[in-house]
């Protein structure tokens, strides 16, 4: 009996890490945002590419945002570092990671961080392929 319920809690604990594990594409913004790349028939190169994360932190099981930022707010130090580029290849991806379940368990889910990585290509307009 003890060892049922010793597997029944390990099996709870390991589907309840990945139920939180939400991926999701973004495609608009103030700026140029594609969630594809930009064709080189556009007249578009890629210049650089970046990946970056975030913690989002909630409060009392996830109804009071305490840490949190719009996707411009994000996307902000990309475009200024990159004032005429464009982003394309975005993608998004929100995770409960292991830390972010340790935080969530020891506080009772009082504290709970999600954790979200960003990636993505940064592409310049070509001026010779316009010059045509």
Not at 63 to 68: F, G, Q, T, Y
Not at 71 to 80: K, N, R, T, V
């Amino acid at each position: 009996m003890k060892k049922m319920r010793q597997i029944m809690v390990i099996g709870i604990t390991l589907f309840l890490f990945h139920c939180a594990n939400t991926s999701y594409y973004q495609t608009w913004g103030k700026n140029k945002v594609r969630m594809n790349g930009f064709s080189t028939s556009e007249g578009y190169s890629v210049y650089s590419k970046f990946n970056f994360s975030f913690t989002r932190v909630y409060l009392f099981w996830g109804l009071s945002n305490v840490r949190d930022k719009s996707l411009d707010e994000l996307l902000a130090e990309i475009y200024l570092k990159y004032p005429n580029a464009s982003i394309g290849d975005l993608k998004i991806a929100e995770e409960y990671e292991f830390s972010d379940g340790m935080v969530d368990l020891v506080t009772g889910g009082i504290v709970r961080p999600y954790t979200l990585h960003i990636k993505g290509n940064v592409y310049t307009l070509n001026q010779r392929t316009l010059k045509k």
